[in-house]
């Protein structure tokens, strides 16, 4: 979106700054620029048809935020994911989403479970023209569905501080390892049938623990193969 298309969205009393500035985040959120993408300034600045002035001033406030980091001799870049918090509230959430999960079950209405259906089904579609973004904001409509009705307040509060946690850190696993959707979606339905079935709840407390937990592998076993060979 260029600085000309943007100027129909976007009040005239808003500064090349600002616009700059939600154009970079925007471009961060959805996945368009990816961790340790580099932000030249030079390059952005003749995309938005301003000086590097602006720009400038939008990357310091994108560095003030946490979403880009700036290093001697590289430059301006999207922050990496910080791989431990990550890991720690995946770790987290499986417990708390998987107990929330259990809690609400029996209150969920014939009406839930096929709407909860109807997004999977959505994300289903979605994989022939995968966008990870895309599917990761299907993924949460999907499990708030299953949670959302918690009778547990304080249960319910820790589930939508692990979802916020992990909304700040701008990962989606499905980036890396687009195949894990395949596997996500096919995991929902199970979790669906466990609920129509009256299953135990203990049943469906680690159906939905053990599916986080799957995508946190995933993204484990990623972050090994990848990892930088030692330098000799």
């Known amino acids: 979106m260029a600085l000309a298309a943007m100027n129909k969205e976007l009040p005239a009393s808003v500064s090349k700054s600002e616009r700059a500035y939600q154009w970079i985040r925007e471009r961060i959120e959805d996945g368009r620029y990816v961790p340790g993408y580099r932000l030249v300034l030079g390059q952005i600045a003749r995309e938005l048809d301003v000086s590097v002035v ?4 939008a990357i310091r406030r994108l560095e003030a935020e946490g979403l880009v980091t700036f290093e001697r001799n590289v430059g301006a870049q999207v922050a990496m994911i910080e791989i431990a918090e990550y890991v720690h509230t995946m770790e987290s959430l499986a417990i708390i989403e998987g107990a929330a999960t259990r809690l609400t079950a029996h209150l969920m209405t014939s009406e839930r479970v096929a709407r909860a259906r109807e997004i999977n089904d959505d994300m289903v579609a979605s994989l022939e023209d995968f966008n990870p973004h895309r599917f990761t904001e299907l993924n949460k409509e999907f499990h708030a569905i299953l949670y959302h009705e918690c009778p547990n307040p304080h249960i319910l509060e820790l589930v939508h501080r692990g979802w916020n946690r992990m909304r700040a850190l701008r990962d989606s696993t499905f980036s890396f390892v687009p195949g894990r959707a395949r596997e996500s979606v096919a995991e929902h339905e199970n ?15 680690l159906a939905a623990r053990n599916h986080r937990l799957a995508t946190l592998e995933a993204f484990r076993t990623y972050q090994q193969a990848n990892k930088p060979a030692p330098s000799s």
Do not use: K, M, T
């Open 54 to 57: 602006p720009v400038r001033e």
């Open 191 to 205: 979790i669906l049938r466990l609920i129509e079935e009256n299953a135990a709840p203990i049943d469906i407390e």
